[in-house]
């Protein structure tokens, strides 16, 4: 009796430690994403001052500025990220990075961003859009 209760408890903790894990790879992965392809230019602080930024006309985001950020629509972010700056009537310089990174680790970044700038998650058609 008591054997068929424990191996069920084992399997269960087994699966919530795994669960855990899990999630803090993905977010450890996510940072990394952001610190190999994103802080040349949106910077180490994420601020948008980034050693490759002297030289070009507009300036990266602040991705820490939550005015700024908290304007813009998660699926404006989105597509910024994977067509490029052009796609959202931005500078040319913010690259596309649909063929680099897949879907998910776009959708993974937003969500990153959106504890970089504290400001949450904002869904379309709210207020702010278009102004
Ligand atoms: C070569 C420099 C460069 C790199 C690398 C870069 N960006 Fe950008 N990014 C820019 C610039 C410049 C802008 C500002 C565009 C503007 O305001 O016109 C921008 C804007 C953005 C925006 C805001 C778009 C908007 O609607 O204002 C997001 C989100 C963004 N970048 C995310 C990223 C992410 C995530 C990465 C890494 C995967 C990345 N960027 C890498 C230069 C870069």
Not at 25 to 47: D, I, M, P, S, W
Not at 94 to 118: A, E, F, N
Request: one cysteine or more; glycine letters at 10%; proline letters at 5%.
């Amino acid at each position: 009796m008591f054997k068929k209760v424990r191996i069920p408890l084992k399997l269960s903790l087994a699966a919530f430690f795994l669960a855990g894990t899990t999630y803090a790879f993905q977010n450890e992965a996510t940072v990394k994403l952001y610190n190999t392809y994103c802080v040349q230019c949106h910077g180490l602080n994420r601020n948008g001052k980034g050693v490759n930024t002297h030289d070009i006309a507009v300036q990266p985001r602040d991705h820490t500025d939550p005015k700024g950020m908290g304007d813009m629509p998660d699926d404006e972010l989105t597509k910024a990220i994977t067509e490029g700056g052009l796609s959202v009537n931005k500078s040319v310089i913010m690259p596309r990075w649909g063929l680099t990174l897949s879907t998910d680790q776009v959708k993974d970044l937003v969500s990153y961003l959106r504890v970089v700038c504290k400001c949450g998650p904002k869904k379309e058609g709210s207020t702010n859009v278009g102004n």
